[in-house]
Each structure stands twice: as structure tokens, then as C-alpha cells.
């Protein structure tokens, strides 16, 4: 994947703060000085529609910070509305060898944000299961809301792009019978990051290649183009329910290869490194480790 990266857009803490910036190749231009009286978080820049302006901003503009020297935090602090796509892939749809065939509407559910962590971060694995998994995802974030939005427009209500490792507890999404959302939402199970990617042109969708590697090996690897259900149509199906806003996450569907899916099935423990990757948007990576829980 060699397509260079743009300037991209992050949350971060460094010296006890919560800020935002440009990341470029150099390290992250730190914005919250000139723009932290305006906007809270890289959400609130998104709705004022000034990803462009800290990006001019920022331009020359030597670094702040080393990227060793931050802790990244997922991007977007508090959507509105974070959903996740299932089932979005042949061969995922495959993988469950139910006879059926590719699902005509798509499966959604919702996480919340306190189920990630970000770029590198620790994902962690509660006490509660040892079957926690991972699943690569391309993620993009609304930038002009609206309703029933038509498909032919999606693309012009997207502000920005980024990667999701949308980890989840396999045991815990068989809890119930028509439901999933346990098991996708333990906390600081899964990651989002490393940065916002601005979206300009539907090259960087349409045909791009996603690759999740646990421990440098190869697990999953395809191309968005197979996808079952395409960007535009999530768009259009999810804003046809719900009103989408500025900031929402919309998290797109995995390829086949999860660990679940070996026989044995290949669980993530603690010292495992997973490094999920997409062409023109970055590589997400993360560690494992065991949660340091008490009780209540």
C-alpha cells in the first residue's frame, strides 16, 4: 500500500490535556492554541466544516509534538451516533456456512465510544471471556447531515475517513437471540484511529485495499469493491431511519478471516499485536492486555 499519506487530523493528550492537530511526517502541529476556544474537539470541527482551515493552518508550521511523545485518542470523542456494519463481504457472509445466501439489507448495530481506545493503545481483554477477537473495518465520519439522504449524494456527506478495529467478545454476542450488542461493547475492547483522513474524491473509497495483520501474519485482506453493500448505500440506508449528523461514525464491515473463523478458533491475548491497514488512510495498530478490574 503506497499511496502517500495527506496531513490528517487527530486527538491526542500530551501534558495532561486533551487536544487536536495535523499529523504530518514530521509529528502533529498542535491546533488547540489558535482554535481551542472555538471548538472542543475535532467533532465540533467537523460541524463547522473547518477541516480545511486547520489544515492551512497548520501547513509549514514546524511540530509540537513528537507522535512517540502523545497518546492518541479515538478521533471523534462522543458521536452522536456510532454504528457498525455486519456481514458486508462474500466471503464473511460464507464464513457462517448457513446456506444462505449474501443478505439482500444490511446488519447494524450500535457500540459506544467508551468500547475504544486509540492508535496505540491497548485493547483489552476482560475477565469475563478469553475470546476476544478482532475485526479490521474502514470507517467514515458524516460531515453534512441530513435524512434519507440519496445515494447519489452520499458521498458529499462525508467529511472524513479512518480505521476501526472493531473488536468484539465472541461468546458474548451469542448471550441473546436477536441481538450482539454484549459482545461489541465490553469497554476499551476495540480501537479507532489513527486520524482523520479528509474525503475528497470517491478514489479514495470505491476500490482500496483493507489488510489486518495479528503479529506481522496476514489474517484478513480484501478489496472494497466486493464489498455486499457500498459506501454510498450505507449512507443512504442508515440516514433513511435515523438523521445523521455532523461527527456520526459509521464503521463499514470486515473481510473473512477473523480469528473466530479457524479451527481451532485463534483468540487475541495479552502481547498480540494487531495492525489494521487501508490504502491512503494509515494503519491502525494496537497491543493486548489483560484488564486490571475490581468490584464494585
Aim: aromatic share 8%; net charge negative; glycine share 10%.
Amino acid at each position: 500500500m503506497s499511496t502517500p499519506l495527506p496531513p490528517r487530523l487527530a486527538s491526542f493528550r500530551a501534558n495532561g490535556a486533551d487536544r487536536f492537530g495535523v499529523v504530518t511526517d514530521h509529528g502533529i502541529v498542535d491546533l488547540t492554541p489558535e482554535f481551542g476556544s472555538r471548538f472542543k474537539g475535532l467533532k465540533e470541527v467537523i460541524e463547522a466544516g473547518a477541516m480545511d482551515e486547520l489544515l492551512s493552518v497548520a501547513e509549514g508550521r514546524s511540530p509540537s509534538y513528537r507522535e512517540e511523545d502523545v497518546t492518541y485518542l479515538i478521533p471523534i470523542a462522543h458521536p452522536e451516533k456510532l454504528i457498525c456494519v455486519g456481514v458486508n463481504f462474500p466471503s464473511r457472509n460464507e464464513e457462517y456456512k448457513d446456506g444462505q445466501t449474501a443478505p439482500s439489507k444490511p446488519s447494524l448495530f450500535i457500540r459506544f465510544p467508551r468500547s475504544f481506545v486509540g492508535h496505540h493503545e491497548n485493547i483489552v481483554r476482560p475477565p469475563e471471556s478469553e475470546q476476544l477477537d478482532y475485526e479490521g473495518e474502514i470507517t467514515i465520519v458524516i460531515g453534512k447531515g441530513g435524512r434519507r439522504i440519496a445515494r447519489e449524494k452520499a458521498y458529499e456527506h462525508i467529511a472524513a475517513l479512518t480505521l476501526c478495529n472493531e473488536g468484539t467478545i465472541r461468546d458474548w454476542v451469542r448471550h441473546a437471540k436477536f441481538n450482539v450488542t454484549q459482545g461489541k461493547n465490553f469497554d476499551a475492547t476495540g480501537a479507532i484511529g489513527p486520524w482523520l483522513v479528509p474525503f475528497k474524491r470517491a478514489e479514495q473509497l470505491d476500490d482500496i485495499e483493507l489488510t489486518t495483520r495479528v503479529n506481522g501474519e496476514v489474517r484478513q485482506h480484501d478489496r472494497t469493491s466486493r464489498m455486499i453493500f457500498d459506501f454510498r448505500y450505507i449512507v443512504n440506508y442508515v440516514s433513511t431511519f435515523t438523521t445523521l449528523v455532523p461527527g456520526d461514525v459509521i464503521v463499514c464491515g470486515t473481510p473473512t478471516g477473523a480469528g473466530a473463523r479457524f479451527d481451532p478458533p485463534i483468540w487475541l491475548k495479552p502481547g498480540d499485536v494487531i495492525e489494521i491497514e487501508a490504502d491512503g488512510i494509515g494503519t491502525l495498530i494496537n497491543g493486548v492486555e489483560d484488564e486490571r478490574h475490581g468490584t464494585d
